[in-house]
């Protein structure tokens, strides 16, 4: 479990984030949702240590880490798995190098015991035979997929997804969200996904929170969230004519 | 670079110096980077001093008019310039512009795609893993090259020379072996190493630092090559001045 508690962060004159608080569960899929410029990317940044909050804490499983020092960040960082946005992948390696990167660098095991991790994590990605490309010669989806693969391969106890769908078409989007929520139950990490797309809100999210000017406005489940009377958030929601048509039927 | 600029350097040289995660792989990325710094300038480098060698030979005929002087002191003043100034000098200002700006944009991509992110998050030192590789590849591949450089810049004086019937063979033969200072080569190579150090470095902390996309990429490889040219020279005044 993640707890964060009362952050603040800004740069310079601009407050991005202003307090916000939540509770992030094990075995569940978190959703941080907001426009665009509502802080979500800033959060899960300060969450993992890419930025520095100003106040405020954030719990991994008890251990606070914002106040600690850069070896037992380390630490807590081994047991973290992210996808980025853009997926970043090493450009020059190939998508077996990739995913072979942090079991290179934190384990001990055999070449042969690694390219096996490998090959369950392609395969749990269904990207089977696809070892030896490089990132210049996959799909947008595929690069997603690839980049869960490296994020799992160390079995993380907590797996972070920034905008999982930027880029991609709603059939592979709608892929990638089963994935995510799929090792989220199956190996009970507590997974946290920036997102603004309302498929994956509507279809993975089993606790939501969301952001709109760098606070709090909500938070709730995806069952609750068509039926919520916060200005706001209905207008998040129900920005597109598509979610405005099937408002009634949620 | 200004006082802050500097600070950041410092501090990120700290970075770059803790202790490596897995010295194996490390140990792998030095080699490849020994590859890419030393052996993939061999050509250019080996061009430009046989050359530069050559044109030195020449000149300094065409200045020595005078019948009292001996000509071996084309060979004399050729061998102590190539071997004090231009061997360490124009090797690493060909090096700043071929190495560093390749650095600098290499450091600068994974900065803006999102790869060194993704490296710190795994737990890894991003700086140490990017940046001490090609620091060690620059202070030990860059002398090297040096040295070569050196060789071929006195060969280059001897073929230039004698081609042009500027002097014999003879003479320039005596002039490179007459008064052979050897502490000469310990200065150059003192000067190798600080540069090698600074073609590597200043490059890695104009890319790592990048923020933007492409067109701050490419603005701080610019910056890279001029701030490491400039902090050549002066370091080459400095160490010059300490060291004669």
Same mark, same amino acid.
């Given at each position: 479990m993640i707890e964060i508690k009362d952050i603040h962060k800004s740069f310079g004159s601009n407050k991005v984030l202003q307090g916000i608080s939540g509770k992030f569960e094990a075995g569940v899929t978190n959703l941080i949702i907001g426009g665009s410029g509502s802080g979500k990317t800033t959060l899960l940044k300060c969450m993992i240590g890419l930025h520095h909050p100003e106040e405020g804490s954030v719990e991994y499983d008890g251990r606070e880490f914002t106040t600690m020092n850069f070896e037992e960040k380390i630490e807590i960082r081994k047991e973290i798995g992210m996808l980025f946005q853009g997926s970043? &992948?090493?450009?020059?390696?190939?998508v077996e190098e990739n995913i072979m990167f942090p079991l290179n660098m934190f384990t001990d095991q055999e070449r042969k015991e690694k390219l096996e991790r490998v090959n369950f994590c392609l395969e749990r990605v269904n &990207? *089977?035979? #696809?070892? #030896? &490309?490089?990132?210049? *010669? &996959?799909s947008g989806g595929m690069k997603k997929r690839v980049g869960i693969a490296r994020a799992i391969a160390m079995n993380p106890k907590y797996l972070f997804v920034d905008e999982p769908n930027s880029g991609l078409d709603p059939k592979t989007s709608i892929v990638i969200d089963e994935l995510i929520k799929e090792l989220t139950e199956e190996y009970n990490t507590t997974t946290i996904v920036v997102t603004h797309d309302m498929n994956s809100v509507m279809g993975i999210g089993d606790y939501i929170l969301f952001l709109h000017e760098g606070k709090k406005f909500w938070e709730g489940s995806n069952k609750e969230i068509a039926h919520t009377e916060i200005q706001e958030l209905n207008d998040f929601v129900f920005a597109s004519r598509f979610m405005k048509a099937a408002k009634g039927k949620f | 670079m200004n006082f802050t600029n500097f600070g950041r350097y410092l501090l990120l040289l700290k970075a770059v110096f803790r202790?490596?995660?897995?010295f194996k792989i490390y140990l792998k990325a030095i080699f490849k980077q020994m590859d890419f710094v030393g052996v993939g300038s061999l050509g250019l480098i080996a061009i430009i001093s046989t050359f530069i060698g050559a044109v030195m030979t020449l000149q300094i005929a065409f200045q020595l008019v005078s019948d009292f002087i001996p000509k071996t002191i084309i060979g004399s003043v050729n061998r102590d310039s190539s071997i004090l100034e231009l061997s360490p000098t124009i090797t690493a200002i060909v090096l700043a512009g071929k190495i560093g700006s390749a650095i600098s944009s290499e450091i600068g991509t994974m900065r803006v795609s999102e790869q060194i992110d993704a490296l710190e998050i795994m737990g890894i030192n991003s700086p140490g893993y990017l940046i001490l590789p090609k620091i060690i590849a620059g202070i030990t591949m860059v002398p090297l090259l040096v040295i070569m450089s050196m060789f071929l810049s006195i060969t280059g004086g001897y073929i230039g020379g004698t081609l042009s019937g500027a002097v014999s063979p003879a003479e320039y033969i005596q002039g490179i072996t007459t008064d052979f200072n050897p502490y000469t080569i310990v200065v150059a190579l003192v000067k190798a190493f600080v540069f090698g150090f600074i073609i590597t470095s200043v490059p890695a902390y104009e890319g790592f630092y990048v923020k933007g996309g492409a067109l701050e990429v490419a603005q701080a490889s610019t910056r890279a090559v001029v701030v490491s040219c400039i902090t050549i020279l002066a370091c080459d005044y400095i160490v010059t001045q300490l060291l004669l």
């Open positions: 970043a &992948l090493f450009d020059s390696m190939t &990207l *089977e035979g #696809k070892n #030896k &490309l490089f990132p210049a *010669e &996959l | 202790k490596p995660e897995k």
